[in-house]
C-alpha cells in the first residue's frame, strides 16, 4: 500500500506564495493498493492533479471515500478526469444520512446553477454507497469506518492491507466537551480508527490560543492532536486540514509546538501537497 498527498489544505484553497511548502489544495490523499486498486480519501481541489497524473494508468475501477460532504471536501469532484470517461466504473462512499440519499446530496453540488452539468449526464458508470459503519472491503485492503465527531454527519477511515494501516481522521474535534487525557480510550471519538495505526492523518487546524473560539467548529487544536496521538499509540502523525489563515511558517510552528506537548507522539510531520508514504510491507513508514 502506497499513499500521496494531493491536497492538505482545510476549509478553503489557498494558493499563493506563503503556502508553496505545503500546498494550497483541499483534501485529497491517493492510495494505490498491492493489488493496483486505486482508493481516494476526498474529493477537494487536489483530486484535479490526481485525475490528470492517472492518464496511461487508470484502473476500470476507482473508489473514492468521502468523509463529509462539506464544499472543501467535494469541490474538486466535477473535474476529476475519470468523472468524464465511459469506461471509468466509479464507487463514491460516504455518511449516511436520514434525509437524503448520498447520491442526491451530492447532486446537489454538481447540479445548475452551482456546476454546469447534472451528475446524472455525466458519462462514467457512477455507484453510490453509504459507508458501512464496521469492517468491509476494498480490492486487498480491509476498511473501518466509524462516525466522528465534526458538524454534520461525518466518517473517519482506516485502510488496512498485509500487516499495515493508515486511519485518516480529518475534520474532527475529540475533545469537544471533555478534557482527553481524563477519557477513558474507547469513549473518545475516533479512538478505535486511529488504534496503534502505523500512520495517522490528523486534523490540526487550530494552535490552543485559537480553539477556544471555535468549539464546536469540528476541527483539532495542536494540543488535542498531540494528545490523541499519544493515547492512540501510532507510530507516525501526519498534521492535516490546515487553516487558510495558516501559512508555511505559522505550521511549521505549529509542527515545533506539537512535538514540544508531548515528545511521546513519536514522528510527526506536516502534511505536505505531493508527500509519499510508503506502507508496503517492510517499509518504513516514514
Do not use: K
Not at 494531493?6 to 494550497?24: D, I, K, Q
Not at 453510490?128 to 485492503?141: L, N, V, Y
Not at 473560539?213 to 493515547?231: K, P
Amino acid at each position: 500500500m502506497r499513499a500521496r498527498i494531493w491536497g492538505s489544505r482545510g476549509s478553503l484553497a489557498t494558493p499563493g506564495p506563503e503556502t508553496v511548502r505545503y500546498g494550497g489544495n483541499t483534501a485529497c490523499i491517493e492510495i494505490v493498493l498491492s493489488d493496483g486498486s486505486l482508493v481516494i480519501l476526498d474529493a477537494g481541489t487536489g483530486i484535479r492533479g490526481l485525475g490528470l497524473s492517472l492518464d496511461g494508468r487508470r484502473p476500470a475501477r476507482i473508489d473514492i471515500l468521502l468523509t463529509h460532504l462539506h464544499l472543501d471536501h467535494l469541490e474538486g469532484l466535477g473535474f476529476f478526469t475519470p468523472l468524464w470517461d465511459p469506461g471509468t466504473d466509479l464507487h463514491i462512499w460516504g455518511p449516511t444520512s436520514p434525509v437524503q440519499s448520498l447520491g442526491e446530496r451530492i447532486a446537489t453540488v454538481l447540479s445548475p446553477p452551482l456546476f454546469p452539468v447534472h451528475m446524472r449526464d455525466m458519462p462514467s458508470s457512477v455507484t453510490f454507497h453509504d459507508a458501512p459503519q464496521g469492517e468491509w472491503a476494498i480490492g486487498s485492503a480491509t476498511i473501518l469506518s466509524q462516525p466522528i465527531i465534526h458538524a454534520g454527519p461525518t466518517v473517519g477511515y482506516r485502510i488496512q492491507e498485509q500487516g499495515r494501516s493508515l486511519a485518516y481522521l480529518t475534520d474532527h474535534e475529540p475533545a469537544l466537551g471533555s478534557e482527553l487525557g481524563s477519557v477513558a480510550p474507547e469513549w473518545i471519538s475516533g479512538f478505535s480508527v486511529a488504534r496503534r495505526a502505523d500512520v495517522l492523518v490528523h486534523d490540526c487546524q487550530y494552535t490552543e490560543e485559537e480553539y477556544p473560539a471555535r468549539v464546536g467548529w469540528g476541527h483539532s487544536s495542536t494540543e488535542h492532536v498531540a494528545t490523541f496521538a499519544v493515547l492512540a499509540g501510532v507510530e507516525r502523525l501526519i498534521l492535516f486540514h490546515h487553516d487558510p489563515m495558516h501559512g508555511d511558517e505559522q505550521l511549521e510552528d505549529m509542527l515545533r509546538r506539537v512535538r514540544d506537548i508531548n515528545p511521546d507522539t513519536g514522528d510527526v510531520s506536516l502534511a505536505r501537497e505531493g508527500m509519499e508514504i510508503d506502507l508496503s510491507p517492510g517499509a518504513a513508514a516514514g
